[in-house]
């Protein structure tokens, strides 16, 4: 579109093969797996083509296939790297059954990175490997002693670059969750959260986001009686976010499972404070000056009164 003479795209899809993405809990697995034995003979052909200096792999956010990179003769880099994480065993009521699917993908992802030599060989020929968080630095320690360097896997558009707004508080507290409304993403312990929150706070908790757990969302608001504290918007497009950023007091979300969240970074460019799980994440996106952290640990036996 903007006719850059100097970028040139290659595609490699595999178009025939997407119904391996529908198989139950590891199809998203074996379609990746699929594409990279693809793109490999499609970036050797390339590479045989053109001379390049340097290369680098931007996976989605897990090490467990390694690169197909790692054996071109060139500077690779390799990530920013996430995943890896599993709940604290405290929060795994949140998760419900769900935490045991976290527990078998967690397993899945070590399994296969055991058993996958790209994955050693990556890590070794990498001359940079970038991290999103301290969980994913861990795991390459395990292949390799190479120095990781820090790089968030997500960040934010020119169009967020705003003037810091003054919020007055003289109304009602308007809370805000944002995201899919799906197990990993903890809005049912954001909803009893609020609960908690004493009678003489006047609030408004507005969720925005749709998913498969929206409906369970909606009878834990009727069962606590929260019917007029609390709007679903439903999914909303950029345009229409931005006055719901702009009306918004703080950002209530406690994900248990998320090692880089783009939520919170977005509520914190229009300048709401973050109020989270010090976990994962959003333990080294959400610093004292920017929010308030909840610590995860097995003594703290009430997370809902202990975020309100």
Same mark, same amino acid.
């Given at each position: 579109?903007?006719?850059?003479?100097?970028?040139?795209?290659?595609?490699?899809?595999?178009?025939?093969? !997407?119904?391996?993405?529908?198989?139950?809990?590891?199809?998203?697995?074996?379609?990746?797996?699929?594409?990279?034995?693809?793109?490999?003979? *499609?970036?050797?052909?390339?590479?045989?083509?053109?001379?390049?200096?340097?290369?680098?792999?931007?996976?989605?956010?897990?090490? !467990?296939?390694?690169?197909?990179?790692?054996?071109?003769? $060139?500077?690779?880099?390799?990530?920013?790297?996430?995943?890896?994480?599993?709940?604290?065993?405290?929060?795994?009521?949140?998760?419900?059954?769900?935490? #045991?699917?976290?527990?078998?993908?967690?397993?899945?992802?070590?399994?296969?990175?055991?058993?996958?030599?790209?994955?050693?060989?990556?890590?070794?020929?990498?001359?940079?490997?970038?991290?999103?968080?301290? /969980?994913?630095?861990?795991?390459?320690?395990?292949?390799?002693?190479?120095?990781?360097?820090?790089?968030?896997?997500?960040?934010?558009?020119?169009?967020?670059?705003?003037?810091? !707004?003054?919020?007055?508080?003289?109304?009602?507290?308007?809370?805000?969750?944002?995201?899919?409304?799906?197990?990993?993403?903890?809005?049912?312990?954001?909803?009893?959260?609020?609960?908690?929150?004493?009678?003489?706070?006047?609030?408004?908790?507005?969720?925005?986001?749709?998913?498969?757990?929206?409906?369970?969302?909606?009878? &834990?608001?009727?069962?606590?009686?929260?019917?007029?504290?609390?709007?679903?918007?439903?999914?909303?497009?950029?345009?229409? &976010?931005?006055?719901?950023?702009?009306?918004?007091?703080?950002?209530?979300?406690?994900?248990? /499972?998320?090692?880089?969240?783009?939520?919170?970074?977005?509520? $914190?460019? #229009?300048?709401?404070?973050?109020?989270?799980?010090?976990?994962?994440?959003? *333990?080294?996106?959400?610093?004292?000056?920017?929010?308030?952290?909840?610590?995860?640990?097995?003594?703290?036996?009430?997370?809902?009164?202990?975020?309100?």
């Amino acid at each position: 579109e903007n006719n850059i003479p100097e970028l040139h795209f290659y595609f490699s899809g595999i178009a025939e093969l !997407k119904s391996t993405k529908n198989i139950p809990l590891v199809g998203e697995y074996i379609h990746y797996y699929l594409w990279l034995i693809k793109a490999r003979k *499609k970036i050797k052909q390339v590479a045989g083509e053109n001379v390049f200096t340097h290369a680098h792999h931007v996976t989605f956010s897990s090490i !467990k296939f390694g690169t197909p990179l790692y054996n071109l003769h $060139m500077k690779v880099v390799l990530g920013p790297l996430g995943g890896g994480a599993l709940p604290d065993g405290s929060l795994k009521k949140y998760l419900g059954r769900n935490y #045991y699917f976290e527990l078998f993908k967690y397993m899945m992802g070590d399994f296969l990175s055991y058993i996958n030599p790209t994955v050693r060989s990556s890590i070794k020929r990498a001359d940079c490997i970038l991290v999103s968080n301290d /969980i994913a630095a861990a795991i390459i320690k395990k292949y390799s002693t190479i120095q990781v360097c820090k790089m968030f896997d997500a960040g934010l558009s020119d169009n967020f670059e705003m003037p810091f !707004k003054v919020r007055s508080l003289s109304g009602i507290l308007n809370i805000l969750w944002i995201g899919g409304i799906v197990p990993r993403k903890g809005l049912n312990l954001a909803i009893e959260a609020v609960a908690h929150l004493p009678a003489y706070v006047n609030f408004h908790f507005h969720i925005v986001g749709d998913g498969p757990l929206k409906s369970d969302a909606e009878a &834990l608001v009727r069962l606590l009686n929260l019917q007029d504290k609390v709007t679903f918007t439903g999914k909303l497009s950029y345009d229409l &976010l931005e006055p719901v950023f702009e009306k918004s007091h703080l950002l209530l979300f406690p994900s248990l /499972i998320d090692s880089c969240p783009m939520q919170v970074f977005e509520s $914190m460019a #229009y300048g709401l404070p973050v109020v989270t799980l010090n976990h994962q994440g959003m *333990k080294e996106q959400v610093t004292v000056h920017t929010g308030v952290k909840v610590e995860v640990n097995s003594h703290q036996k009430d997370y809902p009164k202990a975020l309100a």
